[in-house]
């Protein structure tokens, strides 16, 4: 049996206890620097989340602040009275919670509905002024067209509008309030009188020709459409001050379109002892209205004019069915709704309707009868005796008497160009010469010119010699006629 020393056999526990501390004591340190260094790490980006939050508070305080003074530019340049402080708390707050919810933890769908909300709301401004303006605008058109009473029946189709426009048209403040509002989506609208104008309704109209609509000047189109076939109608081309040729016509109509002969249209007459002694009046002619229908010319200017008027139809509703219509012989078709042309068919036989309505509205501005003028571009007129009723016609069948032709006129025509003779009472009737015709036993202007014989002894030849001669030989000639001319 061998012997062992007892002592071999005990294990000292120091070391490893003092590595097991050491160990103990590594990880504490390990963890407390590693928890320390977590707790530096959370303060820091809690001070750059903190310090994030500040810089976003500040930049959309700034925000507000511009997109306030915005709102007050708006106000400020706004020709209507409107008090928009209270858009600016609501707008300014809306504002900063939208910018706020903009974080890099925001879900994109929150960023996304936050973005559109606050580009609605930077839109305020730009849509209140655009608002302003138009309504502004509408209540101008409403007064002038109340004033004018040029106002298209289009527009009473939306009567509560009319009413609040009318109102604020008549410049009178106790009789209009004025007040604003924004909708769910941040829209502006302008309530007068109760009645709102919101800006989605405006700018639908404003796209559409307008809220208010006028009658287009019915006048000057039909000027345009004479100016444009100067072969039917007397077209006089002036110079204006700047030098541009500037055309007019006063809707008479060349010699082409006139027909038959000149007859007096009596204007005036002079009773004595309740009789009719004396009549007045000026040298007329018909117009030959079924020959300037016919015309090519005249064709082509009314279309041209009238498809100017379709290109809005608005326009041509009104000048059709509130305009028009004033000329009962026009014979004028009224005209259902553009709305209410369903099929393109329908919208082609509207406008064909229009043009035919236009040029039957053209003819019927013609006078059925047109006065006549001289070589000086005068009216010709006429005093005479009232025929007898027991005689019928004429004066006795005498020669006439000093009435019977102005003496202003006769001067101007025996004081014409040495080289323009004046015929007096002639078989020959020479066109735009003033003649006495023996058979009517009238003084007249003619436009066509026959044959005739014994002319030679009553022409006024610039042979005779000076003006004061020719009166000579006309008194000569009508010495009942002519005694008292100067």
């Not at 403040?173 to 009188?193: C, E, F, G, H, R």
């Not at 082609?348 to 006078?367: E, G, P």
């Not at 006065?371 to 007898?388: D, F, Q, S």
């Amino acid at each position: 049996m061998s012997y062992e020393n007892p002592q071999r056999q005990v294990i000292s526990t120091a070391p490893a206890f003092q590595n097991l501390q050491q160990n103990i004591s590594s990880a504490v340190n390990t963890a407390a620097a590693g928890a320390i260094d977590l707790a530096k790490r959370t303060s820091d980006d809690l001070k750059e989340k903190q310090k994030q939050l500040e810089d976003l508070f500040t930049k959309a305080q700034a925000d507000a602040s511009v997109w306030g003074g915005s709102l007050k530019t708006a106000e400020t340049n706004s020709s209507i009275p409107v008090d928009l402080s209270l858009w600016s708390a609501q707008g300014k707050k809306e504002l900063l919670i939208q910018k706020m919810r903009i974080t890099p933890g925001s879900s994109p769908e929150a960023i996304a509905d936050a973005q559109q909300k606050i580009e609605n709301i930077n839109a305020i401004p730009d849509k209140a002024t655009q608002l302003f303006a138009w309504v502004k605008g509408y209540i101008d058109t409403t007064r002038d067209g109340l004033k004018n009473k040029t106002l298209s029946s289009l527009s009473m189709t939306n009567d509560p509008a009319m009413k609040a426009l009318a109102a604020a048209a008549s410049n009178n403040t106790n009789a209009v309030k004025y007040s604003t509002k924004l909708d769910a989506n941040n829209n502006p609208i302008l309530v007068i009188n109760g009645h709102e104008f919101k800006y989605d309704d405006l700018k639908r109209a404003d796209l559409q020709g307008g809220l208010v609509k006028l009658i287009p000047d019915v006048n000057s189109n039909l000027e345009s459409t004479k100016k444009k076939a100067p072969n039917v109608f007397n077209v006089i081309t002036t110079k204006n001050k700047d030098g541009k040729s500037v055309s007019e016509t006063d809707g008479t109509v060349t010699n082409t379109f006139l027909t038959g002969e000149p007859y007096l249209k009596i204007t005036s007459v002079t009773k004595t002892g309740g009789k009719v002694t004396e009549e007045s009046g000026i040298r007329v002619v018909k117009v030959n209205k079924e020959a300037i229908a016919m015309d090519p010319t005249f064709i082509a200017s009314t279309n041209a004019i009238a498809n100017g008027l379709l290109a809005d139809p608005a326009d041509a509703y009104s000048a059709n069915n509130d305009k028009m219509k004033e000329f009962p012989d026009a014979d004028i078709k009224p005209l259902k709704l553009w709305s209410e042309c369903k099929t393109q068919q329908e919208k082609d036989n509207w406008r064909i309707d229009f043009i035919s309505n236009w040029k039957k509205f053209t003819l019927a501005s013609i006078k059925d009868e047109q006065p006549i003028k001289n070589e000086a571009g005068n009216y010709v007129t006429e005093t005479r005796l009232a025929p007898k009723a027991d005689k019928g016609g004429g004066n006795g069948g005498g020669k006439p008497t000093e009435g019977s032709i102005s003496r202003g006129q006769f001067n101007t025509n025996i004081s014409s160009s040495e080289t323009t003779p004046v015929y007096f009472p002639s078989s020959t009737r020479l066109s735009g010469r003033l003649q006495y015709d023996d058979a009517t036993q009238t003084w007249g202007y003619y436009t066509n010119q026959s044959a005739g014989t014994g002319t030679e002894n009553w022409m006024l030849d610039p042979a005779f010699g000076t003006s004061k001669s020719k009166k000579a030989l006309a008194k000569k000639i009508y010495p009942g006629l002519f005694t008292n001319l100067p």
